[in-house]
């Protein structure tokens, strides 16, 4: 089974500043993939940025990066230059794909700007 | 537009009512699923399927039913809602090629009262 821990129920950070989201992970499969959602008020889920796991290199997508610490199972999220449109609920989510079709998510992080 | 569709969007309805939740999907993909939100819960798998008339239970189905007869529609079903079932539900889809990512529907809040 698999399982995926956000210990940071809420963060804030200045507008133009960066922050980092923590999310920790557990699995015992070897062909799995990491990722990142973000869910602002329209409730959408809306996919930041993914991580294979047999892949060293982290990812990056425009403003956004994974720190993907594959012995320590961390995957954080780095949003630089946070902008207002930013503000929204982070789910770090964990897939297999010898499993059954399912997303393991974790428990969410809010992330709010300040102006 | 490549989209995963649920309907409706918002339903209150009361104890014991059956309803449905409809999601369909334009994108021919193999994988579908359903998901409810909790709070400080994150979302936890209800039931997917892999393919036509291929379904199988998730990790929350209790109280819930669905059919795959189409290869875009996946129906969640409350056979006999109770208040323990109000949440925010999705739908998701996914090709069945290695490496895609799930799509996810716009949600659909229930309240059972």
């Known amino acids: 089974a698999q399982t995926v821990t956000q210990s940071q129920p809420e963060m804030s950070v200045q507008e133009a500043e960066t922050v980092t989201l923590s999310c920790t992970y557990d699995t015992s499969e070897s062909d799995y993939y990491l990722f990142w959602y973000k869910q602002p008020p329209s409730r959408q889920m809306i996919l930041v940025i993914r991580q294979e796991a047999y892949k060293q290199q982290n990812a990056t997508e425009n403003r956004f990066s994974v720190n993907f610490q594959k012995a320590a199972k961390s995957f954080s999220l780095k949003i630089s230059d946070s902008q207002l449109g930013d503000a929204a609920m982070y789910f770090c989510a964990s897939y297999s794909n010898f499993g059954n079709e399912k997303l393991t998510f974790g428990t969410g992080t809010r992330l709010t700007i300040i102006p | 537009e490549a989209q995963v569709t649920q309907n409706p969007r918002y339903l209150i309805t009361v104890t014991g009512k059956k309803l449905t939740v409809t999601c369909s999907q334009n994108?021919?993909?193999?994988?579908m699923s359903w998901y409810r939100q909790d709070p400080g819960l994150g979302l936890r798998q209800i039931y997917y399927?892999?393919?036509?008339?291929?379904?199988d239970k998730g990790d929350v189905p209790e109280g819930y039913k669905v059919s795959r007869k189409e290869k875009r529609n996946f129906p969640l079903i409350l056979e006999s809602p109770s208040p323990n079932q109000t949440s925010l539900y999705f739908c998701?889809?996914?090709?069945?090629?290695?490496?895609?990512?799930?799509?996810f529907g716009d949600g659909t809040r229930l309240s059972i009262l």
């Open positions: 994108m021919n993909h193999e994988y």
């Open positions: 399927s892999m393919n036509v008339e291929v379904t």
């Open positions: 998701a889809s996914r090709s069945g090629v290695r490496n895609q990512p799930q799509h």
